[in-house]
């Protein structure tokens, strides 16, 4: 894994360097996640996008993360991800 990212982080930074290491502890510092590690049957969901926050918010987008996690399938139960919202939820 590490000989097939390198020569592509080379092309586009100065300076970089690839190690394929094992996973921490996520339930640990600094991580403090909810499950020691991302492992099973991942799935990767992109929900929303930034068009639907500028040039001003779409009020009319509201995607909730239940709804999200059991369209991944009936084992999803776990999130983790950037996030973004306009309002309170």
Same mark, same amino acid.
């Given at each position: 894994?590490?000989?097939?990212?390198?020569?592509?982080?080379?092309?586009?930074?100065? @300076?970089?360097? *690839?190690?394929?290491?094992?996973? %921490?502890?996520?339930?640990?510092? %600094?991580?403090?996640? @909810? =499950?020691? /590690?991302?492992?099973?049957?991942?799935?990767?969901?992109? *929900? /929303?996008?930034?068009? !639907?926050? =500028?040039?001003?918010? !779409? &009020? @009319?987008?509201?995607?909730? =993360? &239940?709804? *999200?996690?059991?369209?991944?399938?009936?084992?999803?139960?776990?999130? =983790?991800?950037?996030?973004?919202?306009?309002?309170?939820?």
């Amino acid at each position: 894994l590490a000989a097939a990212l390198a020569p592509a982080l080379r092309l586009h930074f100065a @300076a970089s360097s *690839v190690t394929v290491a094992p996973c %921490p502890d996520l339930t640990a510092p %600094p991580f403090s996640l @909810a =499950i020691p /590690g991302l492992c099973g049957a991942p799935a990767l969901a992109d *929900v /929303g996008g930034v068009p !639907n926050l =500028i040039p001003t918010p !779409n &009020r @009319a987008k509201l995607y909730g =993360i &239940r709804d *999200v996690l059991a369209a991944a399938g009936p084992d999803s139960r776990f999130a =983790i991800g950037a996030g973004a919202a306009d309002f309170e939820w």
